[in-house]
């Protein structure tokens, strides 16, 4: 059993930056950050393997969001810079095995319970 929490969820405006935060009870093969909009579907943002590369981003976020994660630390980020409205969701952390980081929401063991970030325009 992995237990995910996510923080550094908040509003800011338009073209602004904030870093997120999923702190695990230990390190599992692959996490990722999805988000979730009201009314749609949950969307794969972005996953990282235990190896600490990046395996899957979303076209959408190319070039304005990074992923990281320290394995010492258990823990996962998301810097995102350049922030649109349309990016306003709940972020969720999510964990699973090696195969989980093609970025399919279904293949996720493991979830946080999300962090609510909104853009102003």
């Known amino acids: 059993q992995v237990q995910l929490q996510e923080s550094g969820g908040a509003t800011v405006q338009a073209g602004g930056s904030l870093r997120l935060t999923c702190l695990g009870s230990h390190a599992p093969h692959c996490m990722a950050w999805l988000r979730q909009i009201p009314g749609r579907e949950r969307e794969a943002v972005a996953t990282i393997h235990t190896s600490g590369g990046p395996t899957y981003s979303s076209d959408d976020i190319k070039g304005r969001f990074t992923i990281s994660r320290d394995n010492d630390r258990n823990s996962m980020y998301l810097q995102m810079n350049s922030l649109k409205p349309e990016d306003s969701a709940t972020y969720y952390c999510?964990?699973?095995?090696?195969?989980?980081?093609?970025?399919?929401?279904?293949?996720?063991?493991?979830w946080g319970t999300g962090t609510l970030v909104t853009i102003s325009s």
């Open positions: 999510a964990a699973g095995p090696s195969f989980a980081c093609g970025g399919s929401p279904g293949d996720m063991d493991y």
